[in-house]
């Protein structure tokens, strides 16, 4: 006589409940709060995207009168109705050589502005221009903001033109 020892059905429907219920505990403990933190971050920059502008009219470059070894490049930026710590400005020369910036309140960049304290455009409309002095011309620029120390993606970008002054 054959003996047959094996699982009931009861304790296999048991076993089979049991991991569909800690499978489950697994997803809601971990993937749950990733997705969720996530987004939080991704809704936060889409709120900024668009809210930074370049001043296209008032964002361009020059010689220097004096020398033409030194380039002036200027660029005027507007916030809009968004809640940013700071913004960033990347000028780039066209040669895919490029020069980074963070500006937050009150801080002090020695090639920004001759020096003088920085401060960031009023929110809701204000506009704000920052100056460089260097022997670079700066073809292209990008500015977008910064929030809770990383820089949200997809900035304002623009084509800088010969000032016309």
Request: charge should be negative; hydrophobic fraction near 35%; aromatic fraction near 4%.
């Amino acid at each position: 006589m054959i003996s047959k020892k094996g699982v009931s059905d009861v304790i296999a429907t048991v076993l089979i409940l049991l991991l569909t219920v800690a499978s489950v505990g697994i997803l809601v403990a971990v993937v749950i709060p990733f997705v969720q933190n996530n987004l939080e971050e991704s809704t936060t920059c889409l709120d900024v995207r668009g809210g930074i502008t370049i001043v296209g009219e008032d964002s361009c470059y020059m010689p220097d009168d004096d020398t033409n070894l030194e380039i002036r490049t200027e660029v005027k930026v507007k916030v809009g109705n968004v809640d940013i710590d700071g913004i960033y400005l990347v000028l780039e020369d066209g040669n895919a050589a490029s020069t980074s910036y963070e500006i937050s309140e009150e801080i002090t960049i020695s090639g920004l502005n001759d020096g003088e304290p920085l401060s960031l455009p009023q929110e809701g409309g204000g506009e704000k221009l920052y100056e460089t002095l260097s022997g670079t011309f700066y073809r292209e620029v990008s500015v977008g903001g910064i929030i809770d120390g990383k820089r949200c993606p997809n900035p304002d970008e623009r084509k800088l033109e010969l000032c016309l002054d």
